[in-house]
């Protein structure tokens, strides 16, 4: 079961924040995070692993919160660059594949 | 370093004809992992091959397939094309492969038109 990603799409002006929800109802390991531009790869952001280790960009935040196995990915003073798809891939305790959500869309303007 | 490399880039193919699409891994990385992405399905997972061996595989049909190849590169074929399969499939290569935390780097895709 993939997880579930809010918001789908959101549309910010230059400097303003945003933060993107993933949510999963099964016991996680992991929670990757990727970003997509048009046409391109997804890139690796970060990721995040059970007992609390991050591995990622210095300019990206993220939280995972274990208890309830959903992570947050913290955009701050968005610049137009951050435009893209992001994705949350998890990695469940029984399950060596990610699964990933259907994507949110964020789109920064000038 | 070179990336993940896929190839071909574009393709269109027609219905029940069959398709093979290469990917070429990180050097030094030995798990190649395959996933379809469409507009209203997202990443799906189709299968993982490390060291040659098939480690993983997501809820497809049989009519999709894999294998990998000493050197590390993949090849995933599609037979009987069906317009549905119409998708970017993205590969991603890892050193360690899925599992435990190992990051996974997408290659560019290919873009699949069944018409």
């Known amino acids: 079961q993939q997880p579930v990603q809010s918001p789908q799409a959101v549309i910010l002006r230059e400097g303003e924040d945003a933060v993107i929800n993933c949510s999963s109802s099964k016991a996680l390991y992991s929670v990757h995070w990727y970003r997509q531009k048009h046409g391109e790869a997804p890139v690796f952001l970060m990721i995040?692993?059970?007992?609390?280790e991050q591995k990622g960009h210095e300019k990206i935040s993220a939280s995972f919160n274990e208890k309830k196995q959903q992570s947050s990915l913290y955009l701050t003073a968005s610049q137009l660059s951050y435009s893209g798809t992001y994705f949350c891939g998890t990695e469940d305790t029984g399950r060596r594949a990610l699964t990933f959500g259907s994507g949110t869309r964020l789109q920064v303007q000038p | 370093k070179a990336g993940v490399t896929q190839t071909p880039r574009y393709l269109i193919k027609t219905r029940g004809q069959q398709v093979t699409l290469s990917c070429s891994p990180i050097?030094?990385?030995?798990?190649v992992s395959w996933y379809q992405q469409t507009p209203g399905q997202g990443l799906q997972f189709l299968f993982e091959?490390?060291?040659?061996?098939?480690?993983n595989k997501g809820n497809f049909p049989g009519r999709f397939s894999g294998r990998q190849f000493s050197n590390s590169r993949s090849e995933m074929n599609v037979s009987t094309l069906e317009l549905g399969d119409s998708a970017l499939y993205l590969c991603?290569?890892?050193?360690?492969?899925?599992?435990?935390?190992?990051?996974?780097?997408f290659g560019e895709g290919s873009w699949l038109t069944v018409v």
């Open positions: 995040l692993l059970k007992g609390g």
């Open positions: 091959y490390f060291s040659e061996t098939q480690r």
């Open positions: 050097s030094g990385h030995r798990s």
């Open positions: 991603a290569s890892s050193f360690g492969g899925q599992g435990s935390g190992n990051t996974i780097y």
